[in-house]
């Protein structure tokens, strides 16, 4: 059973940036699609960024260029670097991971079978 473990999460002013992380735990190998989503209540859940296990990454539109997503395979942690945050980017942000097997293609439009409790991320103007 594959666990995920958010971090970094906090309150930022305007043009600021946060760093988040997901540990992850438990593997029994293979490969896995990673990714990034964000939900605020009331709405749908957003996928922000995806990494396959290529290192190829997707994009939201509303976060290209400013947004960076990572994996650091050696110590199992998945990275948001997120830069010139704005007060749209205020949701609680999750970690969430698929493995590679149960479908083609990464992207947040896939079901990912793990996910992580959430890190809530606070832009304010």
């Known amino acids: 059973q594959v666990q995920l473990v958010e971090s970094g999460g906090g309150s930022v002013q305007s043009g600021g940036s946060l760093r988040l992380s997901c540990l992850a735990s438990?593997?029994?190998?293979?490969?896995?699609?990673f990714g990034w989503f964000r939900q605020v209540p009331g709405k749908e859940r957003e996928g922000v960024a995806v990494?396959?296990?290529?290192?190829?990454?997707m994009y939201a539109d509303s976060v290209k260029g400013r947004f960076t997503i990572s994996e650091d395979k050696v110590w199992n942690r998945l990275y948001l670097q997120m830069n010139n945050l704005q007060p749209e980017d205020t949701a609680m942000y999750y970690c969430?991971?698929?493995?590679?097997?149960?479908?083609?293609?990464?992207?947040?439009?896939?079901?990912?079978?793990?996910w992580g409790q959430g890190t809530q991320v606070t832009v304010s103007s």
């Open positions: 990494i396959s296990n290529d290192g190829t990454t």
């Open positions: 438990g593997y029994t190998g293979g490969t896995y699609c």
């Open positions: 969430a991971a698929d493995p590679a097997y149960r479908a083609y293609g990464c992207s947040s439009t896939r079901v990912f079978s793990y």
